[in-house]
């Protein structure tokens, strides 16, 4: 599949050789395009079909295996180390069957091994050098079975070695160099190993089966499989003899044959059956299996049908005069190889009348008809043309004429009411129908029959007591797992000097004593202990080494926990006196390491702050200050005394200073100055939405007072403006009393202009004017 590109037209095969852990498999497949119709459309797509299938079920890595278990076995008795039999030891065996998988798979690259087992039988170690001679001797057998399975795929297939293209091995007991020897004297040619012997088969079954299933979308890639085992139907048949008596007869066809593909949809038909009946779905001719081989199949018969309703359906339609052509069985093999049988059926013919409507003649028809009349006519209308032509009168002419003209007419009234007649009037006629009767059936599964609900809560209950059994088991491996830990922990840290100042001498020597005495047990007879015993022998020494432990940490954590390092930030603060923000920062960074002495100056650079901020940075009432400076004193002087308390006491003694005491001191200080912080944040903001609010109003007010001035002012203005009209009219009305007070006033230069470009006439009156004085003239020379 990811070598597309390779496959064409012409079909490759390819024999794949595969031995893996338990059987050999040889299959030939042919590789080559094929084109494909999916919606309408043609594709052309790779296919690969299975052509033939060889195989051994018993044959492979994990029986060469069990052969080199067993030769070790018997190396190590004949060594006589010891008295007992290491066949008899399952630990023993299992030792050495993990060593057989590594000898067979370093002798596949190496001609010799030397195999080396520590304490496989009372404590005694193995050591032999095993080579590859003896290792083909021990699988001889096992060789000479690597041939079959590609003689039984030839035969299958119908080929020759010489038709196959390639030969490629898989599987990682094909790594064995005698199994290579054999397959490449019967190919004649260097074998193809160019994929993945490991992985090749994983990445084929993840890619068919993303290809099958409906959640992921994959290139196309035909695959027909073949089948292995044949399907044959059993049915029995009455058979009438002459003289009226009658016996049964057993048929047998052939459903799915040898190297059929699939998947496949196939329909049988029974045409003796009249009443209801049922056959059988067995296998079909094995001859190409050995005993051994069809022995793994079981029962041969797969199920048994029964047809029921067909008694039913064939009276029903005898009455009809219907012919019954059969019961039709449909079968279909799946991808998976699985047969199903979908549907019944009995099918019937019967001869049905239909009316059947003369169709019209269509738009196109009647114009090819008029054109063929019009250039080739018809008989009568050549003979009416020969008659008048041959008659000289005219009257006769005329009367042919006319009587053309009516015969015409008549035609094509009968051929109107013609045409009435064929549309009005429907055809009968005989039609052949097929009916299809659908029919029940029953299976009864032969070789794998249903669960009872008996066994199916019998199974039920066994795969509980199974995965108890299975949880029991992680359970008992992590406890021992735990205590095994808990004791080279014990042995590891009591040896550690921090450990020894936290422990006393005896209290060291008890707990050394109890790890060593339960690592002996645990290793001899608590081997195979309950997960309950595992856990009394853990908490037995957690008694002893849980309080050391605990000192140690409680030493290791503490100066960490108390540690007073003043950052530059707080000489800044203490000698500047910066405001309370930058106070708050230094808090939530002190907070963030959890150390007491840190968050005891980091409260009390809080609470100076508060106390000395100025006046608009009031935020905290009196009783608050004074509740963080009573709790900033007492933990402080709490934290002196415990530590003069520590200091004089010895270290494999418990602390009186423990690290939960210092936690809980830092998470009160911590909780009251949160406390304040958010009070701080929350009056700020308040306090700061205030001053905005102020400030918006008042320049509101001030607009709105700027916006009353300007009216005020423009109204002045108007006043003035009027005013001064009045007198500059009262000026010139004084200026020109002798004159006629009707007297229009003096109009501005510019508007003079204006005025004397509108009396002036229009360019086209002169030209007027002469023409008037030419008529003038002419009136009076004809007077005269």
């Known amino acids: 599949m990811f070598r597309r590109k390779e496959i064409n037209e012409t079909a490759q095969n390819i024999l794949f050789y595969d031995m893996g852990a338990s059987f050999t498999t040889a299959t030939i497949a042919s590789y080559q395009t094929v084109k494909t119709k999916d919606r309408g459309y043609s594709e052309t797509n790779p296919q690969v079909s299975v052509l033939g299938v060889g195989y051994d079920r018993s044959l492979g890595g994990l029986e060469m295996q069990l052969r080199v278990r067993d030769f070790l076995g018997r190396k190590f008795n004949e060594m006589k180390k010891t008295s007992n039999n290491v066949f008899d030891s399952p630990r023993g065996m299992a030792k050495l069957m993990k060593e057989a998988a590594k000898v067979k798979n370093v002798l596949s690259a190496n001609t010799e091994y030397i195999s080396q087992v520590e304490g496989v039988l009372d404590d005694k170690d193995f050591r032999l050098i095993v080579k590859r001679e003896e290792f083909e001797e021990l699988c001889g057998d096992l060789f000479e079975r690597v041939r079959e399975p590609v003689d039984s795929a030839l035969i299958a297939a119908g080929m020759d070695i010489k038709d196959i293209h390639q030969f490629i091995i898989v599987g990682g007991n094909t790594r064995v160099p005698k199994v290579q020897s054999i397959l490449q004297e019967i190919w004649g040619k260097e074998l193809g190993k160019n994929i993945n012997a490991d992985e090749a088969a994983a990445l084929g079954a993840v890619y068919r089966a993303a290809d099958i299933g409906q959640g992921f979308k994959v290139m196309k890639f035909h695959v027909k499989e073949s089948v292995v085992y044949p399907i044959d139907v059993d049915f029995e048949r009455i058979i009438e003899k002459e003289d009226g008596t009658s016996s049964s007869k057993i048929v047998k066809r052939n459903l799915f044959a040898l190297t059929n593909t699939y998947p496949q949809k196939k329909v049988m038909?029974?045409?003796?059956?009249?009443?209801?009946?049922?056959?059988?779905?067995?296998?079909?001719?094995?001859?190409?299996?050995?005993?051994?081989?069809?022995?793994?199949?079981?029962?041969?018969?797969?199920?048994?049908?029964?047809?029921?309703?067909?008694?039913?359906?064939?009276?029903?339609?005898?009455?009809?005069?219907?012919?019954?052509?059969?019961?039709?069985?449909?079968?279909?093999?799946?991808?998976?190889?699985?047969?199903?049988?979908?549907?019944?059926?009995?099918?019937?013919?019967?001869?049905?009348?239909?009316?059947?409507?003369?169709?019209?003649?269509?738009?196109?028809?009647?114009?090819?008809?008029?054109?063929?009349?019009?250039?080739?006519?018809?008989?009568?209308?050549?003979?009416?043309?020969?008659?008048?032509?041959?008659?000289?009168?005219?009257?006769?002419?005329?009367?042919?004429?006319?009587?053309?003209?009516?015969?015409?007419?008549?035609?094509?009234?009968?051929?109107?009411?013609?045409?009435?007649?064929?549309?009005?009037?429907?055809?009968?006629?005989?039609?052949?129908?097929?009916?299809?009767?659908?029919?029940?059936?029953?299976?009864?599964?032969?070789?794998?029959?249903?669960?009872?609900?008996?066994?199916?809560?019998?199974?039920?209950?066994?795969?509980?007591?199974?995965?108890?059994?299975?949880?029991?088991?992680?359970?008992?491996?992590?406890?021992?797992?735990?205590?095994?830990?808990?004791?080279?922990?014990?042995?590891?840290?009591?040896?550690?000097?921090?450990?020894?100042?936290?422990?006393?001498?005896?209290?060291?020597?008890?707990?050394?004593?109890?790890?060593?005495?339960?690592?002996?047990?645990?290793?001899?007879?608590?081997?195979?202990?309950?997960?309950?015993?595992?856990?009394?022998?853990?908490?037995?020494?957690?008694?002893?080494?849980?309080?050391?432990?605990?000192?140690?940490?409680?030493?290791?954590?503490?100066?960490?926990?108390?540690?007073?390092?003043?950052?530059?930030?707080?000489?800044?603060?203490?000698?500047?006196?910066?405001?309370?923000?930058?106070?708050?920062?230094?808090?939530?960074?002190?907070?963030?390491?959890?150390?007491?002495?840190?968050?005891?100056?980091?409260?009390?650079?809080?609470?100076?702050?508060?106390?000395?901020?100025?006046?608009?940075?009031?935020?905290?009432?009196?009783?608050?200050?004074?509740?963080?400076?009573?709790?900033?004193?007492?933990?402080?002087?709490?934290?002196?005394?415990?530590?003069?308390?520590?200091?004089?006491?010895?270290?494999?003694?418990?602390?009186?200073?423990?690290?939960?005491?210092?936690?809980e001191k830092i998470d009160s200080l911590d909780r009251e100055v949160k406390y304040m912080l958010n009070k701080a944040k929350i009056t700020k903001a308040k306090r700061e939405r205030e001053a905005a609010e102020a400030k918006l109003k008042e320049a509101q007010e001030k607009a709105r007072a700027e916006k009353e001035a300007r009216k005020k002012k423009n109204k002045t203005d108007e006043e003035e403006e009027i005013e001064t009209e009045a007198e500059s009219e009262a000026e010139v009305e004084n200026g020109n009393g002798g004159e006629d007070s009707r007297q229009e006033p003096s109009m501005p230069v510019e508007d003079e202009d204006i005025e004397k470009e509108q009396i002036e006439e229009p360019e086209g009156q002169p030209e007027e004017n002469e023409s008037e004085q030419n008529r003038r003239k002419t009136s009076e020379n004809l007077g005269e």
């Not at 050995?290 to 029964?306: D, I, P, R, T, Y």
């Not at 019209?360 to 008048?388: A, H, P, Y």
């Not at 000395?612 to 400076?629: A, Q, R």
């Open 269 to 663: 038909t029974f045409n003796k059956h009249n009443s209801d009946f049922g056959f059988s779905i067995n296998y079909g001719d094995l001859m190409q299996l050995s005993k051994e081989q069809a022995g793994f199949l079981g029962s041969q018969n797969v199920s048994f049908v029964f047809v029921e309703g067909v008694t039913n359906a064939f009276s029903k339609h005898s009455e009809d005069g219907a012919e019954p052509k059969g019961i039709k069985a449909h079968f279909t093999m799946d991808e998976s190889g699985i047969l199903l049988l979908t549907d019944t059926e009995v099918v019937f013919e019967k001869n049905v009348t239909v009316e059947v409507k003369e169709e019209e003649e269509s738009t196109i028809s009647k114009i090819g008809n008029t054109l063929s009349k019009l250039f080739s006519g018809n008989d009568d209308d050549s003979e009416k043309l020969v008659n008048s032509t041959s008659d000289s009168s005219s009257e006769n002419l005329n009367k042919s004429t006319n009587g053309d003209e009516s015969s015409s007419k008549e035609g094509k009234s009968d051929e109107k009411n013609a045409k009435k007649k064929r549309s009005s009037s429907k055809e009968v006629k005989p039609k052949l129908v097929t009916v299809k009767e659908p029919v029940n059936f029953t299976i009864n599964f032969l070789d794998i029959k249903p669960f009872s609900p008996e066994n199916k809560k019998a199974s039920i209950e066994k795969i509980q007591s199974i995965n108890e059994l299975e949880n029991a088991r992680k359970e008992k491996e992590r406890m021992k797992n735990t205590l095994e830990t808990y004791i080279l922990d014990i042995h590891d840290k009591l040896s550690q000097e921090e450990y020894e100042r936290a422990s006393e001498e005896k209290t060291r020597t008890d707990t050394m004593q109890l790890a060593s005495q339960l690592e002996e047990w645990l290793y001899d007879e608590g081997y195979d202990e309950t997960p309950a015993t595992y856990k009394d022998r853990l908490k037995s020494l957690e008694v002893l080494f849980e309080p050391i432990k605990k000192r140690v940490l409680e030493h290791r954590q503490r100066p960490e926990a108390l540690k007073a390092r003043i950052d530059p930030v707080i000489v800044v603060i203490l000698v500047l006196g910066l405001s309370l923000i930058v106070a708050v920062g230094l808090w939530v960074v002190c907070s963030r390491r959890r150390a007491l002495h840190e968050m005891i100056n980091a409260s009390s650079m809080f609470l100076y702050n508060a106390q000395n901020s100025p006046t608009g940075e009031k935020w905290f009432t009196d009783v608050e200050l004074k509740t963080l400076d009573n709790l900033i004193i007492n933990i402080q002087k709490w934290l002196e005394e415990k530590e003069e308390e520590q200091d004089n006491l010895e270290l494999y003694k418990n602390p009186v200073l423990s690290i939960r005491s210092i936690s």
